[in-house]
């Protein structure tokens, strides 16, 4: 899937390739997005996953102690945080590029059911 999102620094559109983990899959109420390009992006920053909350991408930290980090705060951010901790090592993997799309979606889906 790609996701579009504006990009005010530079005034244009930045486009990213994510895997999107449905809200049905996880339990969680929001759909989890997976960045697919990860820390091989030019400026990849944090390890990350973003969160789908109504039109807007929150982004979350990938870490034992993950933390939302553009500061807009949601209902039921605390499962959120509880997913990414108990999902952390593959999660990052993932971003490291140690495991594909695939990988991380069937390494979760044996997880989560």
Not at 13 to 28: H, K, M, N, P, Q
Not at 93 to 108: C, G, P, R, V
Request: with cysteine; hydrophobic share 35%; charged share 25%.
């Amino acid at each position: 899937m790609i996701w579009r999102y504006p990009n005010k620094k530079q005034n244009k559109t930045d486009a990213y390739t994510v895997t999107c983990i449905s809200a049905r899959e996880t339990g969680l109420p929001y759909d989890v997005l997976l960045d697919s390009i990860g820390s091989d992006k030019l400026f990849s920053g944090k390890p990350r996953v973003g969160v789908l909350v109504e039109d807007t991408v929150v982004p979350v930290s990938i870490s034992e102690k993950p933390v939302v980090l553009s500061g807009y705060h949601f209902q039921n951010e605390s499962l959120i945080i509880k997913w990414i901790k108990k999902y952390n090592a593959e999660l990052l993997e993932h971003w490291n590029k140690k495991m594909t799309d695939k990988e991380i979606l069937n390494s979760l889906g044996n997880m989560l059911h």
